[in-house]
């Protein structure tokens, strides 16, 4: 015989029913357990990064010490006769109370490029040319292919002759300094005057060097 349409209704709701439930146990198990594997990988980051704490460290400054002091010399014995020690050395030979003689000192120039007033400068005779037709080139700065100017410093006497030179612009060691100087005190020169009388004077006398 068979179920009613009802009958068979109810008993497939329950069928359905208890399904329902079996699989909702399923899954309620299932998410409990996910979550339980969830919260402790959780933990175990914040375990770490509680571990990863960076700290400041407090910079060390290096103490410098001190350069320990030097050994003292100690003087070593020898056998040499020749040298000499401090027990061999005669004292008496030495006179500390003489006094020792120095050296005098170098003579003053007083009138040493001092200026003198004058009327007249002092001239060579035939003019600043002839101190050039007087000029000798020297052979190692015609060859070194020197060129320039030489001026002395030339003191003419009240005779109208040069007593002393300096050279104040040199063209260096190649002779032209002293062809200079040689062809300055080869000419003769008027002397200077100061109320027509002649005086003694320092004077600037420029020589040119042209290779031609």
Known sequence: MRDSPTKQLKLQYKKNLEVGLVVSLIVITFLLQAFKKFEATSKLTKTKMSKLEIQEVPQTQQQKQAAAPSRPTVPIATEDEDLIGDEDIDFSMFDFDQELELPPPPEEDDDMFVFVPYDEPPQPIGGFAAIQKKLVYPEIARKAGVEGRVTVQ?????????????????????GCDEAAIEAIRSVKWKPAKQRDRAVKVWIAVPVDFKLR
């Open 154 to 174: 030339a003191q003419v006497d009240v005779d109208g002759s040069v007593i002393r030179t300096k050279v104040v612009q040199s063209l260096g060691p190649n």
